[in-house]
Structure formats: C-alpha cells, structure tokens
C-alpha cells in the first residue's frame, strides 16, 4: 500500500458506514444498518474495517467523519469519536456535511438533498441550508435522485478527507439546519457540591 491511508465514517442515520483508502485506491465500503446501538457498535465495526487490511488505527493518517444533517444522536456519535480518536491518535479529523457528500456523487447541475423526518428534506437554498417537504419540490418540477447508499456516502466522506488533507482543521462540529426535537429540561440542574 502506498499513500495516506484514511478512514471515513458515518451515523447520521440508522447506520454504521465506514470507508477505507490509501492513496487513490479505495480499499473497501461497509455499512450495516441499524437503528439503534451505534455508540456501542462504532469502534469495534471500525477495528473490523482495518483489520480485515491488517491495519490498525496508528495506520491512519487521518479520519473524514460525516456531521450531518440527519439523526442528532448518531451526528454527535460519529462526530464525538472523530474528536476522540484524532485526540488519542494525532492526527486530523476532517468534518465532511452531507450536502458536500452527494455533490461528490452526484453530476453536476444535480439538485442536492439530504433527507430529514417525514416526507421532507434538507436542500442548499441560496442564503443556506433548509427543510423543504418532497412534495413542493416535485410541485415545482423538480426531481430529487435516489439518495446514495450510506457505504458510498461513506466513501465520499473518505475522499473528501483525502483531498483535504495534510491541511489543518478545526476539530468536527456537528451540522444541524433546524434545532433538535428533544427540548431542555425544565427542572434545575443539580447543586454541585465542592
């Protein structure tokens, strides 16, 4: 193997997805669906991606993680092992949105959408990010492509990476269009005690 090797992943959605390349070979993309269980899952369904190229994660030269938008939880997830994991290793972890993915993915002129809860979707509006329902979208002869599966997502995340690296980064944040569904709680926080 000769180049970079790094690791792209993703759970932003009912998956764990990863992809792996060195250099300009890509060596392989994975995803196994799921609905719950990611934060357990992750790191060990990574140490099977490198070890089936007799790899570890002191092998990376960086990681590409995907932040969103999609499923709170499964962003700050991937988005927290990113952090952790180019924290413990030294090495750069490159945030990678899912607008940025499917423009990978897609042709050129390709109206890009990720999709969000009931029947709506996330789109690049000229002054940003926005939710749209499917249906408008179609009432306005637009037509949105069939999204990408999340191991080829997965594998954009990895390339973008690659492209961007041995540049220096801000550590990934997640990328959130519209707030969480779940509120803060209206009880006080505890009294910490000295």
Request: proline fraction near 12%; charge should be negative.
């Amino acid at each position: 193997m000769t180049g970079p090797v790094i690791l792209g992943f993703d759970t932003s959605s009912a998956h764990c997805a990863a992809a792996l390349i060195c250099g300009d070979e890509m060596l392989e993309m994975v995803q196994e669906p799921m609905t719950k269980g990611q934060a357990e899952r992750l790191i060990p369904f990574l140490q099977d991606v490198l070890s089936r190229h007799s790899l570890g994660f002191p092998d990376l030269a960086a990681l590409g993680v995907g932040v969103g938008p999609g499923n709170f939880t499964g962003i700050r997830i991937g988005v927290s092992a990113a952090r952790g994991l180019a924290l413990g290793l030294g090495l750069p972890a490159y945030g990678v949105n899912g607008f940025e993915q499917r423009q990978m993915l897609f042709p050129d002129g390709t109206l890009v959408a990720v999709p969000a809860p009931r029947d709506a979707v996330y789109v690049q509006a000229e002054d940003g990010p926005a939710l749209a329902l499917r249906k408008d979208i179609e009432a306005v002869g637009k037509s949105l492509p069939d999204d990408p599966s999340p191991d080829a997502l997965a594998g954009a995340i990895a390339r973008l990476a690659a492209l961007r690296y041995p540049n220096p980064t801000a550590a990934p944040a997640p990328f959130y269009v519209r707030a969480p569904d779940a509120a803060p709680p209206k009880d006080a926080p505890p009294v910490i005690l000295p």
